[in-house]
């Protein structure tokens, strides 16, 4: 699909990627993927240069001695569904089997689905977003333990600040941190598929996301805005910062 991307849109040129603005390579990524038949938006993200496939090679114990900053958001993949489908919600056995297929045959993944059961069914997608995020979040903190025992560092983070669409309908959804990182606050609408507006919040957020990412990559002590300081992740709970 990037080839297809960089044909149709960039000409062919993909040093164009780098100096696009990030709002228009998102409208022209997001217009190419629905006119695909897809239905997960683009947002600008870096990787590729740093570690190209981050799970694989940690677990072939190929990385690079690098640390590694990562995280989710506490409703992820919510986005995947309409106003609609979130308020009309699915039945107990339909959550039921799209939890089973989260790696059901590992006790981490059998105790996230005790942890987090079906409630109501308007709350029911909501709970299976979260319980995606929890195994996402399981995954990283796996993946922080064995980043340690090579020396490196590994920072993990759940991003659980609401976006403030009107409706209130989406919360926290995949990917909803990207806009803070990459300065994007108050140019346009908050996200792509969400009418949200930005607020004196939001602006607050970037400044302390974008400030801490720096902190990452500079190498210093990492610390949010009310004092919390963010510590390695040794693949605990109470190792993942959150924020928002």
């Not at 992820?76 to 609609?84: G, I, K, N, R």
């Amino acid at each position: 699909l990037g080839e297809e991307f960089v044909s149709a849109y960039l000409s062919g040129d993909v040093t164009k990627l780098y100096t696009m603005d990030a709002l228009e390579l998102t409208k022209l990524g997001n217009e190419f993927v629905m006119g695909k038949g897809g239905g997960l938006l683009w947002r600008p993200c870096i990787d590729g240069d740093v570690i190209e496939k981050p799970m694989d090679q940690l677990f072939r114990e190929q990385t690079r001695g690098i640390d590694i900053l990562t995280g989710c958001t506490e409703y992820e993949f919510l986005s995947d569904y309409s106003p609609e489908a979130l308020k009309e919600g699915i039945s107990e056995e339909e959550f039921t089997r799209l939890a089973d297929a989260l790696r059901s045959d590992t006790d981490t993944y059998d105790a996230l689905k005790k942890a987090m059961p079906y409630t109501t069914r308007e709350e029911s997608l909501y709970q299976y977003s979260r319980l995606k995020a929890a195994a996402i979040l399981s995954d990283m903190k796996d993946m922080a333990s064995v980043n340690a025992a090579k020396g490196n560092k590994t920072f993990v983070y759940q991003f659980r600040k609401y976006t403030a669409d009107p409706a209130g309908i989406y919360r926290s959804p995949h990917s909803a941190e990207l806009p803070y990182l990459f300065g994007v606050v108050g140019r346009g609408g908050a996200f792509p598929w969400i009418e949200s507006p930005w607020t004196a919040a939001d602006f607050v957020m970037m400044h302390e996301v974008q400030t801490l990412w720096s902190d990452f990559v500079k190498g210093n002590p990492m610390k949010t805005a009310d004092g919390r300081e963010w510590k390695p992740c040794g693949g605990a709970d109470e190792d993942v910062m959150i924020l928002g």
